[in-house]
């Protein structure tokens, strides 16, 4: 395929892992502070922006054990979209279950904490996704 300089660099990919505990029905988001790119964003999905040599599912388990100590299993992609505060950054997120480790707050979280499902939105400053919201709350 023949790309057009224009075409180029158009959206920035972003994966976040659902992280969802099947036994307490909570899902596992951290806190961050000072972002670079989105300067509202505190609270949030475990994940990052991957390199073009990077397979994306192993991008994100490693960077989930970056940033909550946790090893993960990803169940595949559930959602995506663009964000109305960043409109070049187009966010996969994949469904994950936690397979071991030891959780701790890492890289660029301040605070990790599970919440219940019907809470989660409460503690994003950015937009949230009716749709996304809607995924979340009929995890079973």
């Known amino acids: 395929m023949n790309w057009k300089e224009s075409d180029r660099g158009v959206f920035l990919v ?39 040599t990077d397979e994306l599912e192993d991008y994100l388990k490693r960077e989930i054990m970056k940033k909550t100590g946790l090893k993960v299993e990803s169940l595949g992609p559930v959602f995506a979209k663009t964000y109305p505060e960043k409109r070049e950054f187009l966010t996969i997120y994949y469904l994950c279950e936690v397979i071991g480790g030891k959780e701790r707050a890492g890289e660029k979280f301040v605070e990790i904490r599970w919440v219940n499902p019907i809470e989660i939105e409460k503690y994003f400053t950015t937009s949230f996704h009716p749709k996304l919201k809607e995924y979340i709350l009929n995890l079973k």
């Open 14 to 52: 972003n994966v976040l892992g659902i992280v969802f505990d099947t036994k307490t029905r909570k899902i596992l988001i951290g806190r961050r502070e000072n972002d670079t790119y989105i300067k509202k964003l505190t609270w949030c999905f475990p994940g990052g922006r991957p390199s073009y």
